[in-house]
């Protein structure tokens, strides 16, 4: 597609269930990243894929946030156990390559009750 | 986690002024760059810099990056309405990571 698509655009969870949010890079672009972004506070890194390869993990907050990226194309967020502290926009962002500015989708809006 | 300084972090002008937000970080950074985000939308690129020193514009937009390579500011001329919005800037260093600012909330009054 033209641009990063993200879904669901809204994810309303109870506390201790398990989510997925789905990102679908720009085609063709090898990078891709996950931030996540608190209420009035810029976006903070998740981890970041080359290619099918997640090469770092560092900004996982704990062991319940899981992403993949199995054919080096979609890949999909996963938080286990959901917590009233994962409520935030997570954000997905891809680039040509990582030296190329990342381009960002929407945002899934995730509220944990 | 690691944020960068950016002021303000709010600005309110009329139509037709000019606009200058800073940012500055404690780390040296091998890119900056500034993005604009609208409500309920990401962040979209504006300018991005690659060089010590570099002075780029894109329309009414000019941004540099610092000679110590620990700073940017991005300047807006002539606000108009539709330059409403949070402008954040971002750093890369060595990670493939960006490290961003807290954003700037602009708004233009006519």
């Known amino acids: 597609g033209a641009g990063v698509s993200q879904s669901p655009r809204y994810k309303v969870a109870k506390r201790g269930q398990d989510v997925a949010l789905r990102c679908d890079p720009i085609?063709?672009?090898?990078?891709l990243f996950w931030y996540q972004q608190a209420l009035g506070q810029g976006p903070e890194f998740l981890t970041y894929f080359q290619n099918e390869a997640q090469l770092d993990k560092s900004g996982l907050p704990s062991d319940r946030f899981f992403a993949e990226r199995p054919e080096g194309s979609v890949s999909t967020l996963k938080i286990q156990r959901t917590q009233q502290e994962d409520s935030a926009v997570y954000l997905c962002?891809?680039?040509?390559?990582?030296?190329?500015?990342?381009?960002f989708g929407d945002g899934t809006r995730l509220s944990i009750l | 986690g690691q944020q960068l300084n950016q002021s303000p972090q709010s600005m309110f002008i009329q139509e037709g002024e000019d606009v200058s937000m800073n940012c500055t970080s404690s780390s040296i950074f091998n890119t900056w760059l500034w993005y604009k985000q609208d409500p309920g939308e990401g962040p979209v690129l504006l300018i991005a810099l690659y060089k010590a020193g570099e002075l780029t514009s894109n329309g009414r937009l000019t941004a540099q990056f610092g000679i110590t390579r620990k700073d940017s500011f991005l300047n807006i001329s002539a606000s108009i309405p539709s330059d409403v919005g949070i402008y954040f800037c971002?750093?890369?260093?060595?990670?493939?990571?960006?490290?961003f600012g807290s954003g700037t909330q602009l708004t233009v009054l006519p």
């Open positions: 085609s063709g672009h090898v990078s």
């Open positions: 971002a750093g890369r260093g060595s990670a493939r990571q960006l490290t």
């Open positions: 962002a891809s680039a040509r390559d990582s030296n190329q500015p990342q381009h």
